[in-house]
């Protein structure tokens, strides 16, 4: 079984804090982001496509949603690179970190 270390160095309210960081040089192994946001007029959907059109941006980002059994449409149609379904478990995280971390190794 593979073990990783899940940080989360700060929670992110709006999509412009992601955004600026990102273009100022922030690393990250993973992005996980909303569907929708409580503040803010952007949803997941709109960071996903600005992080995306930042030059040699290759994180993956993960939406995490209440919408049940919605998995091919934000991955196959809006172009997330995983998706996790709010109550969120510990199994589900564990299964989608491994492997989303294990395929930006390879």
């Given at each position: 079984?593979?073990?990783f270390?899940?940080?989360?160095?700060?929670?992110?309210?709006?999509?412009?804090?992601?955004?600026?960081?990102?273009?100022?040089?922030?690393?990250?192994?993973?992005?996980?982001?909303?569907?929708?946001y409580k503040?803010?007029k952007?949803?997941?959907?709109?960071?996903?496509?600005?992080?995306?059109a930042?030059e040699d941006?290759?994180?993956?980002?993960?939406?995490l949603t209440v919408?049940?059994?919605?998995?091919?449409?934000?991955?196959?149609?809006?172009?997330?690179?995983?998706y996790?379904?709010?109550v969120?478990?510990?199994?589900?995280?564990e299964?989608v970190?491994?492997?989303?971390?294990?395929?930006k190794?390879?």
């Amino acid at each position: 079984r593979k073990e990783f270390l899940i940080y989360v160095k700060k929670s992110i309210l709006d999509y412009s804090d992601i955004y600026d960081k990102v273009i100022h040089g922030y690393n990250y192994d993973v992005i996980v982001t909303n569907n929708l946001y409580k503040y803010g007029k952007r949803n997941g959907i709109d960071v996903l496509h600005n992080l995306k059109a930042i030059e040699d941006f290759n994180t993956p980002i993960i939406v995490l949603t209440v919408s049940t059994g919605a998995r091919d449409k934000f991955i196959y149609e809006d172009g997330f690179d995983e998706y996790m379904e709010k109550v969120l478990t510990q199994k589900q995280a564990e299964e989608v970190m491994t492997k989303v971390l294990s395929e930006k190794k390879q």
